[in-house]
Every structure is written in structure tokens, then in C-alpha cells.
């Protein structure tokens, strides 16, 4: 089985709004699937449907072979779920805590206490391991809730925003912990900061209206960006007219434009942006070897998920799906 | 079974980790004191048996067990925890059934700590100490009624204060039933039937024979109904409001 999550024509209306419109995807065994979307477009609802929470107005989604509407229990049991807000209860230590949810996981005798211990220490909650919950930073109540979702090795991991409000350091264990995981599982993580999804996610769904805009690996949504693969070339202005030129005339590039914000110190820069978004570094080298030019400084472009996902979110909403 | 069970545990363990489980049973156990002792004058009335003392537990129940109740659900909606729980994999009847449990044996806990009120009655006299297992017995009964009423209007709203009021007016409906005031607006119009059945609703009426000694299973009947109904609504309640 490898489409471990299948989600088809899944939609919810509230009333008059409707959260998902007719989505449809599917997640397999070692991807990491980014979900990304401005707020309020539909990630969490989406979420809390696969998880079993909200039940959908129509479509399916299947995780493991069980439809959630017919088996909610069977995908309750196979998904590890991180609601948005990464709730817990404040009363409880950390300790009693995750032993609670070992023991509503089926868990019993010792084998609740290695499933706890293991948690604690792949999330580092040693310090914290006696104390209430309410009494924690945000950062450890976050990683209390990621505990709990991993605490049954689940085949399907679903986090709704795994690191929002955490410090650099924290996102770091965290997407180093998703990494971890992601060969034996399919993950689904939401997120709006788009530095994660290059960081972790193998995958990534753009949806924005509650419709799905763009699927795509990472890359190939970058390669949206008119920026993909452009090159920068830094040289001393004084030798930059016949060098712009040269390049202007090279079949694969489309434009050489100057940066914002003219020469800096007696070194202009220039961004050559390539036909077709293909990779240009290689004729630009040459073009420039051959005419002796030593640049100050030449670099390669990948584009910027930012650009990419105001221009897929705020364009027009009615575009169809389409790989990227 | 065994999830109701966990989560059982785990709400009732809730309780004393927090403030809550002291103020409440230090506040009952005071109030209960009081009652018994000047509004029922105890000593008074120069009878070894613990009517006094059982007749105020509808009045202290009406005010005490809906704040009991009020957090039930209220809370977890509020904090979010209500999604956790609902994704883990348990039914919305393990649920229900857990945290009605664990809220009942709290109060069933609170009840059993006025024992010395049976140590001081049997040392002042010899009282009829079957006449008062009945009380104990239908003052426990009595409390699951409400709270099973209490916990399914906390499963309503999100707002606390919200589930404690329309709680406490449910609850108050339904102890009055039977009285005069609430009868007299039935006898003008409804037939017999109809002001008879509401009169049967009344936890005064009920609760009075209990007290007394007399076991009926009609009213034991009654009360376990009463509680697996309100505890239905609560489990429709819960699945309504989460998909809504």
C-alpha cells in the first residue's frame, strides 16, 4: 500500500462558507507532505477531516485503506494528529500526560512506560518530565504535543503548524525529528512559513479558498518563480556595458536587467534571467571565461517560495489544479 | 469499556490536581453541616434519623452540581483539548460515559465523607440505619441525575458561566416539578395525565419517599433513566457541536 493517505473530492461547508472545495490527493509512504496556505484557506479543516474530527459534507478520505467515515476508530488508531494549537492537559504533568494517551492508545503494562521513555527522549522532555503542563514554556508545550502524536510510532503523522511559535533552535529539533521519521511514514504538515517546506518537505500543496492550487515537489514550485535559475554577476562598472551586452545576446537568456539600486562602490550587479526557466550558469561562465572578465561575485538564483505563493494564492482563485 | 475506564481515571485524577476537589468537598461538607444542624434543627427535633440532614441535599445539589458539571465539556472546547480527545481512539459514548463517571463518583466521594453525620446519629440514638442506606442511596442516584443534566448543557456552549445557568434552571425544573408552583400552571388547561406525568419528573416527590426508607425500583428506575437519557442527549450534543 503505498497511497497511505487518499483524500477524494473531500469538501465541508460551514453554512454559507465553504472551508475545502472538492479536494483531492493523495500521500505516500516516506513523503513528507507540506500544506501551505494563507489563513483561513482550509488547511486545518482539511486536517481535522483526515483525523477524524470534522466530518466532511462530502468525499472521502481513506487513510490506511479506512475510510474515515465508515472506520473512524481504525484511522483514529493509525494517525498520529497534532492539533492546531498543539492542545494538552494543563492540569496533568508531562508524565501522567503521555501515559494517558499510551494507555488510550491500547498500550499496557511496561509497554506503557517504553513508549513513554522513548517519546521523552526523542522530543527532549527530561527537564520537564514532573512538572504540570500549564506551568511550561510554549516551546515544551508544543513538543509535549508532538509526544503525544508520535507516541504509538503511528504510520500516518498529521501536524497542524508542528512549529509555529517555536524559537529557531526548537524548529530545528523539530524539523531534524520529522526528517527522522519520514522514511517508515507518510507526514503531513501545515505550515505558512515557507523556509520549512524547503527545509523538510518532499512535497508541498499549495491551497488557498479551499481549493488546491499547486502540487508539486519543493522545485518545481520554485521553478514558478521567474527568478528560478537566474544568475546574478557582480563586476566593476566601469567594464559592465560590452559584458551586458554579451550576455543579452546569448540564445538562452531571456533579459540582463540591473539590481535596485545601481552600482555599489564601483561594482555593478546584473541578474541575467534564463528562457524557459532551464539553468543558464554554464554559457554564462563560458561567455564570460571567453572574454577574460574576472565578475566580483556570480551566483545562482533558486527563486523564492514567497514569490511563488502570492502569485499562486492571489491570482486568479478558479485555476485549475495542475502539476507544477 | 476499558477507554471509559482511562479516561475516567484521568478526569478524576483531574480534580485533585487542581483546587477544585477541596473547595468543593470543604464546601459541601460545610453547608451540608449547616443545614442539617440549624435550618433542620438536628437536635431539635429529638429523632434518631437523618432526615434533616437528607432533605437540603436537592438544594445543595441544584447550586453545587452544576459547577461541578459546568467544565466538563465547556473546558475542553474552550482549551482546544476537545479535539485531542476526539481524535484519540475513543468513541463519543467512552467519552460521554468517562467523564459523567468520573464527575459522579466525585460527588459520590464528597457524599460518603459526611459519614460522620452517621457515626454522631447512631451514637445519640438507635436509628433505623437501613431508612438511612436509602437516603445515602438515593441522594447518590440523585446527584447523577443532575449531573448527567449538568454535562450535557456544559457540552452545549463553550462558556462556562453559560452551562453552570442553563444547568442550574434545567435542574430546578425538575426538582420543582412537583410542586405546587410549577403544577398550578398545568391544572388550568392540561389534563390529569399530563400534570401527572410532570409531577412524576419532580426529584422532590421521588427523593421524599427515597429519604424515607422507601426503596421503590420505580424511582431507582426513575433516576438510572433519567441519567442514560440526558447522558444520550450529551453524546448527540457532542457529535453535533464538533462537526459543526
Known amino acids: ?61 481513506r487513510v490506511m485503506g479506512h475510510d474515515v467515515g465508515q472506520a473512524p476508530l481504525q484511522v483514529k488508531a493509525a494517525i498520529g494528529y497534532l492539533p492546531e494549537g498543539a492542545p494538552t492537559y494543563g492540569d496533568m504533568t508531562v508524565q501522567s500526560f503521555l501515559k494517558f ?28 518530565f514532573t512538572r504540570p503542563v500549564e506551568t511550561l514554556s510554549k516551546g ?31 524548529k530545528h529539533q523539530v524539523r531534524t525529528l520529522i526528517k527522522d521519521m519520514a522514511a517508515e511514514k507518510a507526514i503531513v504538515i501545515s505550515t505558512h512559513i515557507l523556509e520549512e517546506v524547503e527545509a523538510v518537505c518532499s512535497r508541498a500543496v499549495i491551497i488557498a479558498h479551499g481549493r488546491l492550487l499547486a502540487d508539486g515537489t519543493p522545485e518545481q514550485l520554485l521553478s514558478r518563480d521567474g527568478r528560478h535559475n537566474a544568475v546574478v554577476v557582480k563586476l566593476a562598472a566601469d567594464t559592465a556595458d560590452p559584458v551586458v551586452a554579451g550576455l543579452r545576446a546569448l540564445p538562452e537568456v531571456a533579459a540582463v536587467n540591473p539590481l535596485d539600486g545601481g552600482p555599489v562602490n564601483g561594482v555593478a550587479a ?30 545562482v538564483e533558486r527563486g523564492q517560495m514567497d514569490d511563488v505563493f502570492r502569485q499562486i494564492t492571489l491570482t486568479d482563485q478558479s485555476e485549475a489544479v495542475g502539476d507544477a | 469499556m476499558r477507554n471509559t475506564w482511562i479516561i475516567a481515571k484521568r478526569e478524576l485524577a483531574g480534580y485533585f490536581a487542581t483546587p477544585l476537589a477541596l473547595v468543593f468537598i470543604v464546601i459541601f461538607l460545610a453547608l451540608t453541616g449547616a443545614f442539617t444542624f440549624y435550618l433542620g434543627d438536628f437536635f431539635g427535633r429529638g429523632q434518631a434519623d437523618l432526615e434533616p440532614f437528607f432533605r437540603f441535599h436537592p438544594w445543595l445539589y441544584l447550586i453545587l452540581i452544576p459547577a461541578v458539571a459546568m467544565r466538563l465539556w465547556a473546558e475542553e472546547r474552550k482549551t482546544g483539548t476537545m479535539e485531542l480527545l476526539m481524535t484519540l481512539p475513543v468513541t463519543t459514548t467512552e467519552a460521554v460515559l468517562g467523564k459523567f463517571l468520573a464527575a459522579w463518583v466525585f460527588c459520590g466521594i464528597a457524599l460518603a465523607l459526611t459519614f460522620p453525620i452517621w457515626i454522631t446519629v447512631n451514637v445519640l440514638g438507635a436509628p433505623d440505619n437501613g431508612v438511612i442506606v436509602a437516603g445515602y442511596l438515593g441522594s447518590f442516584l440523585m446527584a ?98 464538533k462537526s459543526a
Open chain 1, 140 to 170: 515544551f508545550k508544543r513538543r509535549v504535543g508532538l509526544a503525544q502524536s508520535i507516541l504509538h510510532d503511528p504510520e500516518v503523522l498529521i501536524m497542524d503548524e508542528p512549529t509555529d511559535g517555536l524559537d529557531p533552535n526548537q
Open chain 2, 144 to 241: 447523577g441525575a443532575f449531573m448527567a443534566i449538568g454535562a450535557c448543557m456544559s457540552a452545549m456552549t463553550k462558556n462556562q458561566v453559560i452551562a453552570f445557568i442553563i444547568a442550574a434552571t434545567v435542574c430546578f425544573l425538575f426538582t420543582m416539578s412537583g410542586l405546587e408552583l410549577v403544577l398550578n400552571f398545568f391544572h388550568a388547561w392540561a389534563p390529569p395525565l399530563i400534570v401527572d406525568t410532570v409531577a412524576s419528573l419532580s426529584f422532590l416527590v421521588r427523593f421524599d419517599a427515597v429519604m424515607r426508607g422507601v426503596i421503590d425500583l420505580r424511582d431507582v428506575f426513575f433516576f438510572i433513566s433519567l441519567i442514560a437519557f440526558w447522558l444520550f442527549v450529551n453524546v448527540i450534543v457532542v457529535e453535533v457541536k
Open chain 1, 270 to 299: 546584473f541578474r541575467a534571467t534564463p528562457k524557459d526557466g532551464r539553468s543558464i550558469v554554464v554559457p554564462v561562465g563560458d561567455y564570460l571565461r571567453s572574454e577574460n572578465v574576472t565578475p566580483e561575485e556570480m551566483y
Open chain 1, 101 to 128: 494517551i499510551a494507555e488510550v492508545r491500547g498500550f499496557s503494562g511496561a509497554e506503557i512506560g517504553r513508549r513513554v521513555d522513548r517519546v521523552r527522549e526523542m522530543v527532549a522532555l527530561d527537564e520537564v
Open chain 1, 1 to 61: 500500500m503505498t497511497d497511505m493517505i487518499v483524500l477524494e473530492n473531500l469538501t465541508k461547508r460551514f453554512g454559507a462558507l465553504t472551508a475545502v472545495d472538492d479536494v483531492s490527493m493523495t500521500v505516500g509512504r516516506g513523503e513528507v507532505l507540506g500544506f501551505l496556505g494563507p489563513n483561513g484557506a482550509g488547511k486545518s479543516t482539511t486536517m481535522k477531516m483526515v483525523a477524524g474530527y470534522l466530518t466532511p459534507t462530502a468525499g472521502t478520505a
